[in-house]
Nanobody, 118 residues
Framework: QVQLVESGGGLVQPGGSLRLSCAAS????????VDWSRQAPGKERELVAT???????NYAGSVKGRFTISRDNAKNTVYLQMNSLKPEDTAVYYC????????????WGQGTQVTVSS
């Protein structure tokens, strides 16, 4: 069983930065692939970034070059560094951990609100 807790959201001006954290409880977190996704009001959930258990990363085109996903397995934490934020980045951000060998073993956090506004 893995429990995920997101933090780091808040209100930021356009052009600003935030770092989101996804802290996991439970063992063997290093063998999970982790996604950050987001959902804005009235819109479908969008996959933003992925980091695999091996450290490979992938990004949505809308955030490439502005967002960076990373992980610290010693701290059981995955980060999403968000720079050059835009109003369209406003959403609830969720992290999702998927077992790298058994993808049906998947867990979600409760989400953290990010609002980009002047």
């Amino acid at each position: 069983q893995v429990q995920l807790v997101e933090s780091g959201g808040g209100l930021v001006q356009p052009g600003g930065s935030l770092r989101l954290s996804c802290a996991a409880s439970g063992s063997m977190f290093s063998i999970y692939n982790v996604d950050w996704s987001r959902q804005a009001p009235g819109k479908e959930r969008e996959l933003v970034a992925t980091i695999t258990s091996g450290g490979s990363t992938n990004y949505a085109g809308s955030v490439k070059g502005r967002f960076t996903i990373s992980r610290d397995n010693a701290k059981n934490t995955v980060y999403l560094q968000m720079n050059s934020l835009k109003p369209e980045d406003t959403a609830v951000y969720y992290c999702n951990a998927r077992h790298s060998h058994y993808p049906s073993l998947a867990y979600w956090g409760q989400g953290t609100q990010v609002t980009v506004s002047s």
